[in-house]
């Protein structure tokens, strides 16, 4: 039996570390964005990555780049995606020594940030702003925000219930 639980403990903290990995990969997205996206006589290179930021981070990345200052669209989109990896990273940190409400929190975040996704595709969707997304760049946000809700609310319901 003891043995049993261990096995659950275990599988449960590589369930609660989904919201350390989403922010790792919105960190890597933005290192390699905020270093291949240039400005050159007013046309961007297309940024490549921006589909792995945070949703909240690419609506201010899309939404600003009608001003033509990269260094006003990469900084407030950095602040942004940075203070969100953050949140989630001690969120997720704290709900690994046993607090689910953590993960509860953590969880409402990223839904929130889900929220904003639909706001974004939409946004970019209408082509009012100079950049915008491209299809793969809809489906690359669309699959990690649904698996990312899909494994946390796996992880908070079940265990809710129990305890």
Do not use: W
Request: glycine fraction near 6%; charged fraction near 10%; proline fraction near 2%.
């Amino acid at each position: 039996m003891e043995k049993n639980f261990k096995a659950k403990d275990k599988y449960y903290g590589y369930l609660v570390s989904i919201p350390i990995i989403i922010a790792i990969i919105s960190l890597i997205g933005q290192i390699f964005l905020q270093s291949t996206i240039t400005l050159v006589d007013n046309v961007y290179s297309f940024p490549q990555t921006i589909s792995l930021l945070f949703s909240s981070s690419a609506l201010a990345f899309i939404g600003l780049s009608n001003t033509y200052d990269l260094s006003l669209i990469q900084g407030v989109s950095a602040v942004i995606n940075i203070l969100i990896a953050l949140i989630l990273l001690f969120l997720s940190s704290y709900s690994l020594k046993g607090n689910k409400l953590y993960l509860l929190i953590a969880f409402a975040i990223y839904a929130f940030d889900t929220l904003i996704m639909l706001i974004l595709f939409i946004i970019s969707g209408l082509g009012i702003y100079v950049l915008s997304f491209r299809i793969q760049d809809y489906i690359i946000m669309s699959v990690i925000h649904i698996l990312g809700l899909a494994v946390m609310g796996y992880t908070i319901f079940p265990y809710r219930r129990n305890k």
